[in-house]
């Protein structure tokens, strides 16, 4: 393997080698955690633009509750990135 400093290929030592194929490993072996967070952060903001709707002096209606609880429980059983990656957000009811 080569590392390029300044503009000059150099082969990597043995050592370096070593620590760069762990690395690598080690992002492969996080992938799920990846997909699984970025997946996450779209579910939270889609709640996150709905929570105006829970204040004490609204009435949420079902569907709004229903929608809200489904985004709620969309990680539940994702235990592979196929999982998440095929997982569907529901669609948001148009009244509230």
Do not use: C, H
């Not at 492969?28 to 709707?53: A, G, H, I, Q, V």
């Not at 997982?87 to 509230?96: A, H, L």
Request: without cysteine; hydrophobic residues 30%.
């Amino acid at each position: 393997m080569k590392k390029l400093i300044d503009g000059v290929l150099t082969n990597m030592t043995a050592e370096e080698i070593s620590a760069r194929q762990s690395e690598e490993t080690d992002w492969n072996n996080s992938e799920f955690n990846r997909e699984l967070n970025e997946f996450r952060k779209k579910r939270n903001k889609l709640l996150s633009e709905t929570d105006y709707l829970g204040a004490s002096d609204n009435t949420m209606s079902s569907a709004m509750t229903t929608y809200r609880q489904a985004l709620r429980d969309l990680t539940n059983g994702l235990n592979t990135v196929a999982k998440v990656n095929a997982k569907e957000f529901p669609t948001k009811p148009e009244d509230n």
